[in-house]
């Protein structure tokens, strides 16, 4: 009678390994997309996908049609490179063919002000900060005497906001 080999244990072992890996293979060949660009390893059909997503946002001239003082003040103030949208929510949302469709977003809120002007030290260089203190930013006298209440909108206009 002629004994077992003594390598058996690891022919069944690269056996089971053997299996494992086919059947890997199998599924990344099952579950990768077609359009799989293997360069830069990503799904060539989501450029499609998301190009044909519809428009949200029409950009600031996209205003101008309709509201015309607005958008000629706009031009020479402060906050002429801060989007409308920003404030007022995407157009889809207000207008759709050439019509008022919806109210657009108008928010009186500190909050909204001071998405943008907070205080804080990654802020570009120079840029107009609120500073209750007056530490880092400019200090405004005015408001050092604020509470944390009192809206932006009544001593700013959010158009025209030098006060
Ligand atoms: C910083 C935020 C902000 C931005 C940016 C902004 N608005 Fe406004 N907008 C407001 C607020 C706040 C009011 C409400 C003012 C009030 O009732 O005192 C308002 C009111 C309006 C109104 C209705 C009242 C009016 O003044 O005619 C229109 C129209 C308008 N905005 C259009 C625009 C357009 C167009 C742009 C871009 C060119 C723009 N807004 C950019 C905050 C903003
Ligand atoms: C097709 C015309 C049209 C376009 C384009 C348009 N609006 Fe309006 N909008 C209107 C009309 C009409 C009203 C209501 C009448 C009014 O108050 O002048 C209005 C009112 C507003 C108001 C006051 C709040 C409200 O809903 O009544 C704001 C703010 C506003 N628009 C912002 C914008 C912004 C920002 C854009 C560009 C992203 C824009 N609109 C583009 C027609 C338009
Ligand atoms: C999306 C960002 C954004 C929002 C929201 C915003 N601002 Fe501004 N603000 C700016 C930018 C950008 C400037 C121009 C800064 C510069 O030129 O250095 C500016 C300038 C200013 C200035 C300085 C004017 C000057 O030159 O002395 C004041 C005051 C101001 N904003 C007040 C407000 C108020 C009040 C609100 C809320 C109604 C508001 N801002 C909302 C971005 C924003
Ligand atoms: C009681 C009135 C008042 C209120 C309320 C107010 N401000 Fe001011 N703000 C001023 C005055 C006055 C100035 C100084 C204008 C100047 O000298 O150039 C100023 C200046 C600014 C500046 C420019 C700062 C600089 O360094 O030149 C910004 C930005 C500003 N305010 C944002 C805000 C924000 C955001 C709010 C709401 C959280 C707000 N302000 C509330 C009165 C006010």
Redesign the pocket.
Known sequence: MSSPSPRSHLYRLLLILLVFGIGFLAVKEWATPDSWNYEVWYRGDAIKDIAAQPLAYGGNDSCKSCHKDVSRLWRKKPHRTVACETCHGPIIDHVKDKEKTGAALVDKT?GQ??NC?LEQINRPKGF???SKQGEI??S?Q??KE?DEV?P?L???DAHDP??
């Open positions: 500190r002000c001071l002007h107009k900060q609120f930013g400019k405004v005015k408001h604020l009192t932006c009544k001593c700013h030098q006060p």
